[in-house]
């Protein structure tokens, strides 16, 4: 069965520095899809950035961007110039490219950041 | 609609009292999903529809939760005889294709509390 491991609880940033929020999972499939979500306090799941496992080159969404290591099973997530809206509960997420879209998540790391 | 539609947003059911949820997913979405969230982890897997056909129940926990899409569009996840380890936020999510290649689109989640 695939898991992913988040170790941080909590992690606290200083507006508009950086920061990074540490994934790994364990898998057996050669081929799948990693995701972080971020999860503000209504609860609604909104996705920041996908990779799929395939490809090499890590993705990059405006301020938000992943080191992706494929032999490490490593998924992290960097936020920079990071903003007030970036509070929140953050999970990683893997799905395995048979599954039909179903997510195994993290137990996710909350982010504060400060003024 | 615009986004996934869930209700109730909020529920207090009685121990062994029935409690139905609802999930109305984005218009022509053709997959389905039910996670369920208990207080400070990730959300979990519970079944999946493809239009009106369950393709997966595997995470649902026990034989008192039950789901269906009859005609392939709004889904009803049913719980009976509730317990108090079902408190916890039921999150649906929808999606125009599987194997990952469209965005997962989550509702804001029912919260139950059993008491």
């Known amino acids: 069965a695939q898991t992913v491991t988040q170790s941080q609880p909590e992690m606290s940033v200083q507006e508009a520095e950086t920061v990074t929020l540490s994934c790994t999972y364990d898998t057996s499939e050669s081929d799948y899809y990693l995701f972080w979500y971020k999860q503000p306090p209504s609860r609604q799941m909104i996705l920041v950035i996908r990779?799929?496992?395939?490809?090499?080159q890590n993705a990059t969404e405006n301020r938000f961007s992943v080191n992706f290591q494929k032999a490490a099973k490593s998924f992290s997530l960097k936020i920079s110039d990071s903003q007030l809206g970036d509070a929140a509960m953050y999970f990683c997420a893997y799905m395995r490219k048979s599954s039909g879209d179903k997510l195994t998540f993290g137990t996710g790391t909350r982010l504060a950041v400060r003024p | 609609g615009a986004g996934v539609s869930q209700s109730p947003r909020y529920k207090v059911a009685k121990r062994g009292q029935d409690v139905a949820l609802r999930c109305d997913p984005i218009?022509?979405?053709?997959?389905l999903f039910w996670y369920q969230q208990a207080l400070g982890q990730g959300p979990e897997f519970l079944t999946y529809?493809?239009?009106?056909?369950?393709?997966?129940k595997s995470g649902l926990p026990s034989d008192r939760f039950f789901a269906e899409r009859p005609e392939g569009s709004v889904s009803t996840l049913k719980i009976q005889r509730t317990q108090q380890e079902d408190s916890a936020v039921y999150l649906c999510?929808?999606?125009?294709f599987g194997q990952g290649r469209n965005t997962i689109y989550f509702g804001e989640g029912s919260w139950l509390t059993v008491v």
């Open positions: 218009s022509g979405h053709v997959s």
């Open positions: 999510a929808s999606s125009s």
């Open positions: 990779q799929e496992a395939y490809k090499q």
């Open positions: 529809f493809q239009n009106e056909a369950q393709l997966d």
